[in-house]
């Protein structure tokens, strides 16, 4: 069965701050995505990863796939209140299957 | 922007009752998912359907789950006999190989089952 975990679970901080999320797993994933979610609302694609070593920028949040594909980060720099949510990173199997194996997100709280 | 629709936004129902969520995929697209997130929970896969048919499914799709394309544009999960730990948020998205595969959602139907 492949897993994927993120951590931290839960981050609170002071806006200004950076942060940094990860996704780990022991399974190598064809592409790797993250999302953001609000509560009641669907995922929100923020970015797709697709090869090993990649590096995706979207305004303050840098995305990384890492070498071997098995595991990502996501950093926020200077964080603000409207960055506040749930991150979730989802993968795809290398097979021909496409269905998502997801992480159970990190939930980001930003405090002014 | 093209999105996924989803009604209703929330449906309650009495156990063993049958319910049927309705989706609207992305009008190009040709892969279709339906997930899962109980409260609290990971988002879970359900099962895709790609050409009419089921393409895979979950451990969690049993029998009392099935999915239709009964047009060109709807994509429907019913559930056959409600149960109380089917509450949860259920998401559809669809995907194509023109956006390179990558799953849009809709803004999913949460069920509560009493």
């Known amino acids: 069965t492949q897993l994927l975990e993120q951590s931290p679970q839960f981050l609170s901080i002071q806006e200004g701050e950076n942060l940094t999320v990860y996704c780990n797993s022991s399974s190598v994933f064809s592409s790797l995505q993250w999302y953001r979610q609000e509560p009641g609302e669907g995922p929100v694609l923020l970015v797709t990863?697709?090869?090993g070593g990649e590096v995706k920028k979207l305004k303050r949040l840098t995305f990384q796939f890492g070498d071997a594909r098995k595991d990502s980060s996501l950093h926020i720099t200077a964080a603000q209140p409207g960055d506040t949510g749930l991150y979730l990173c989802a993968g795809k199997n290398a097979g021909n299957n496409r269905k998502l194996i997801w992480g159970l997100g990190t939930s980001l709280a930003v405090n002014p | 922007e093209p999105e996924v629709t989803q009604t209703p936004s929330h449906q309650v129902t009495q156990m063993g009752q049958e319910v049927i969520l309705r989706c609207v995929p992305i009008s190009n697209h040709l892969y279709f998912y339906w997930y899962r997130q109980i409260l609290g929970q990971k988002v879970e896969f359900l099962v895709s359907f790609y050409n009419n048919e089921i393409s895979e499914k979950s451990e969690i799709f049993d029998d009392q789950f099935s999915v239709e394309r009964p047009d060109g544009s709807n994509f429907t999960l019913k559930i056959r006999s409600t149960k109380l730990e089917d509450s949860a948020m259920y998401f559809c998205?669809?995907?194509?190989?023109?956006?390179?595969?990558?799953?849009?959602f809709g803004a999913g139907t949460r069920l509560s089952v009493l």
């Open positions: 998205a669809s995907t194509s190989s023109g956006s390179g595969f990558i799953q849009y």
């Open positions: 990863v697709v090869t």
